[in-house]
């Protein structure tokens, strides 16, 4: 067993030791909103929006990038668990702008190791085989954080399966300073009808 497998194991043997009557809390979301924000492990949601369990959903992928599957959870969110606004949050010294997609593709069809970054860029380190199946994805890349969150509102907010009474609000979360930024364009954008 790995050291990271056995500390997740006991963390979750304390957790479930104290776990009370959260067992009963409802399936919907006891605050009604979603929130779409980047998988990076410095952002905690629950900390930076005072979230506690059963409150809200919380949608994460690299970047927060609204993707059909991002699209797909906040359509779920909304029409079987009746959330009634979202948030879509992206944050500063973001990975996704470290990179393009065809920076990535090249990556992926030298070698699927661990790649490494300096201030030169990025380079793969390992021995290939490769794959050029990463020429098939578009990987999301962020090249401005603002107008990335904007694209992001403005996809969700024209999406045919998106209610136009929802209000979506773009928010860039500081990694310096924990604070929630307004990205008003974005939350003009995202305005409810």
């Known amino acids: 067993m790995s050291k990271i497998l056995e500390e997740v194991v006991a963390a979750n043997r304390a957790y479930a030791a104290t776990f009370g009557d959260k067992g009963k809390l ?3 979301p006891g605050r009604r909103f979603a929130i779409l924000t980047c998988m ?3 952002l905690d949601p629950a900390k930076y929006a005072g979230l506690s369990e059963g409150d809200a959903h ?3 992928n690299a970047g927060g990038r609204a993707s059909d599957d991002a699209i ?3 359509v779920i969110s909304y029409k079987l668990l009746g959330t009634r606004e979202w948030f ?3 944050h500063t010294n973001c990975g996704m702008e470290t990179f393009t997609d065809e920076i990535m593709r090249e990556l992926l069809a030298k070698s699927l190791k661990t790649a490494t970054i300096d201030a ?3 380079h793969d380190t390992g021995q290939g085989p490769g794959s050029t199946e990463g020429t098939f994805i578009d990987w999301l890349t ?3 954080q603002v107008e990335s969150a904007c694209a992001d509102v403005r996809r969700i907010r024209a999406h045919p399966l998106v209610p136009r009474n ?3 609000y773009g928010y860039i979360y500081d990694v310096k300073t924990g604070q929630l930024v307004e990205v008003s364009e974005a939350t003009r954008i995202g305005m409810a009808a």
């Open 58 to 60: 919380v949608i994460r």
């Open 166 to 168: 929802i209000p979506i």
């Open 26 to 28: 409802p399936m919907p």
């Open 88 to 90: 879509v949050i992206h």
């Open 40 to 42: 990076d492990a410095r």
């Open 120 to 122: 030169a860029g990025w």
């Open 142 to 144: 962020i090249a401005d």
């Open 72 to 74: 797909r959870s906040l």
